[in-house]
């Protein structure tokens, strides 16, 4: 089972969609994925079809060890496995409200509480192939909780002149998370959301992520496209959305590379 923590505290850029695609893409390849939904605006949830609004528990109760994380996760409908004769892949949601928000507050005061979510997904490790932690714009305690969580680390980035401006500051903050909390946890690379090729300007802040920080940015980039940006309105991927687009086969393929076994892994930064 592998834990990926999705993060960058910079917002707007595609990460929650990246999150919802990715794991539906990991599900169509027959994978048991769990989605986190950490963020207390809720909108991996949204994103889901699930109101936020509506729900009695979420993951709100769980950080605050009220629940356990089985007796708030919300079987979502699999996709179709790819290919047709695979195995049937499954996708479960963590979701949140907007009730984390007061969670963040009382595990400040809490001891071990960089470890509440780790301890939490421990229980479910074995029923699951993938959990993809949405983290949310900031890096505050419940990103550290997701990096804490996490075996690895994907940087949705997009780009634009300011877009890798926080890319830095993540990478502090993880190398942090290592030295306190998760020594093992290692940085995927980063993807490229609402990419341009017809710009100078995006393929320069691709080429600058990858010799400043010394980081991979997967390939293939994904596209800009106003199918990415209607799909979590209707509470669907854009892999449902619009299966044939360009973003939703960048993302499938994006699946494929992370999915690979180990020895076909890309280099990761420590």
Known sequence: MTTLAVAN??????????????GVALAERGRRVLLVDLDPQASLSWACGVDPDALEISVHDVLLKR????????????????????????????????????????????????YV??????????????VLIDCPPSLGILTINGL????????????ESLG???VGQLLDTIADVRDYTNDDLKVRGAIATMFDGRTNLAHQVVQQVR?????????????????????PALGRSVLAHAPSSKSATAYRDLAEVLDAPP????????
């Open 117 to 130: 979510l780790d301890k939490a997904l421990s229980k479910v490790t074995d029923d699951y192939d993938w």
């Open 148 to 159: 804490t969580a996490a075996d690895e680390v994907l940087i949705p980035l997009q780009c």
């Open 263 to 270: 020895s076909r892994k890309g280099r990761g930064r420590r």
């Open 211 to 231: 010799v400043d920080y010394e980081i991979d940015v997967l390939e293939p980039f994904v596209p800009k496209s106003v199918k990415v940006a209607e799909a």
């Open 67 to 114: 629940l356990k994380a089985t007796d708030a996760i919300i079987e979502l409908a699999p996709p179709a496995p790819r290919p047709a004769d695979g195995p049937t892949g499954r996708l479960d949601l963590l979701p949140s409200t907007i009730d984390l928000a007061g969670a963040e507050l009382h595990l400040l005061t809490k001891t071990g509480r960089e």
């Open 164 to 166: 890798q401006r926080g």
């Open 9 to 22: 505290q910079k917002g707007g850029v595609a990460k929650t969609t990246s999150t919802h695609a990715l």
